[in-house]
């Protein structure tokens, strides 16, 4: 039997982390196919998959993943992507400048030798767009991806003028490290000797001795508003792409890549942007960064403030735990085939299951369920899974059923 629509999925921060680049490691080679055996034939239902992708592809020349703010992934993972049907990635993040432009300009390489399609950065001002366009069926839906920033803090990258085709950021990265190198300077002794176990030390020896001290202390991050934060000229462009996008696409969707880290609670910075977006027109927004669920708001525009990490290493030292990072929302628009319009919106939970050794699996929630024939750990589940049901739709649900998708936004038929 023929479907009678089109389905487009667009997963949470796909990530390759230290501890799972050690685990898929074998004889020299590396294999990551378990990450996405788990889930590929859910993602094979649909019929595009739009993933946000948090890494680079730079090269093995360029230093493999080996801090835990900075990454660089073996190319393999790219065919592994591929291989679990994942179709489009947005790269606009604030990790695209891990290893450089030229760590930029390959990554967008090899996805291109392996098929995936990819926006929001770019090699060129020639092949920089306002938006990608995808057909399916005769409708043309635009995408567009944007990012508050690119860690210029840890990477010293600001773009010249003419740069900036590089990446579609909102921060001012001139403004960013000015601010960074102001809180350096600061006279004094304390001062001093930050900077210099700064400059002897990377970030994760300074986290794990700060553990064996007992004073690391992982709290959910703010995403505050403040003056230095708006940047018009690159808001105007944001704006200017949507209203490009909106002249030929039937449908616009806006993939930004803002928020506080491990906040289930949405920031004053990212409901000015995502206010901004609605204001000029998208159709949908799908929110990813903060590596945790956020809620889902129908605004006119249907918001997806957060879906959360696809594949996390959950071992990680900087995790807060209690907000769930290891669950994720794959989220799926379903198009009327016949009238060619939105009907419905529906996600997935999706759980990211890490062994002793670091190898990590994504599966469905109804496949985990499935799989449980201990009771305490099928009630952990619908414990966990009531609490990321209700963080995403606002509800206050007391346990739910286990299922494969839930709806969460539905034209009445006389509507569409």
């Given at each position: ?152 803090v840890e990477n010293g990258i600001v773009f010249k ?170 989220l799926h628009f379903y198009f009327d085939k016949e ?78």
């Amino acid at each position: 039997m023929m479907k009678e629509y089109y389905k487009i999925s667009f997963t949470g921060d796909i990530m390759c982390e230290r501890p799972l680049l050690s685990a898929s490691r074998s004889d020299k080679k590396y294999d990551f196919d378990f990450v996405f055996h788990g889930v590929k034939d859910k993602l094979r239902e649909s019929d595009l998959v739009v993933g946000n992708l948090e890494t680079v592809f730079a090269g093995e020349e360029a230093g493999y993943t080996n801090d835990v703010y900075s990454f660089n992934t073996p190319d393999r993972f790219v065919c592994s992507m591929k291989s679990a049907g994942i179709d489009y990635v947005s790269t606009a993040n604030n990790h695209c400048l891990d290893r450089g432009t030229e760590g930029l300009i390959r990554t967008l390489d090899l996805l291109d030798q392996y098929g995936i399609k990819h926006f929001g950065t770019y090699r060129s001002k020639e092949e920089r767009t306002s938006y990608e366009l995808l057909e399916l069926g005769g409708k043309k839906i635009a995408l567009i991806a944007y990012t508050y920033g690119t860690n210029v803090v840890e990477n010293g990258i600001v773009f010249k003028e003419d740069e900036e085709f590089y990446v579609n950021v909102l921060k001012s990265q001139e403004r960013e490290w000015l601010k960074f190198k102001k809180t350096l300077n600061t006279p004094g002794i304390r001062s001093k000797l930050s900077r210099y176990i700064r400059k002897v030390t990377t970030l994760e020896q300074r986290m794990r001795i700060k553990k064996k001290l007992g004073m690391l202390k992982n709290l959910p991050k703010s995403d505050d508003l403040l003056e230095d934060d708006i940047y018009p000229r690159y808001l105007e462009r944001l704006k200017s792409d949507i209203e490009k996008a909106r002249c030929e696409a039937d449908y616009v969707i806006v993939c930004l890549h803002s928020g506080g880290l491990f906040n289930v609670k949405v920031g004053a910075y990212t409901e000015y942007i995502v206010d901004l977006i609605v204001r000029a027109g998208a159709d949908a927004i799908v929110g990813n960064h903060p590596h945790v669920v956020q809620k889902f708001v129908d605004k006119g525009c249907l918001v997806a403030y957060s879906l959360g990490n696809f594949s996390i290493s959950p071992s990680s030292l900087y995790l807060v735990r209690e907000n769930l990072p290891e669950y994720s929302v794959l989220l799926h628009f379903y198009f009327d085939k016949e009238r060619m319009s939105l009907y419905k919106v529906t996600f997935s939970i999706l759980k990211i299951v890490e062994s002793k050794n670091g190898n990590l699996s994504v599966y469905p929630i109804n496949a985990l369920y499935d799989k449980c024939d201990i009771t305490s750990e099928r009630d952990m589940l619908i414990s966990d899974c009531t609490k990321i049901y209700n963080t995403f739709t606002g509800k206050k649900e007391m346990a739910i059923d286990i299922l494969d998708e839930y709806v969460c936004f539905e034209k009445i038929k006389d509507a569409l």
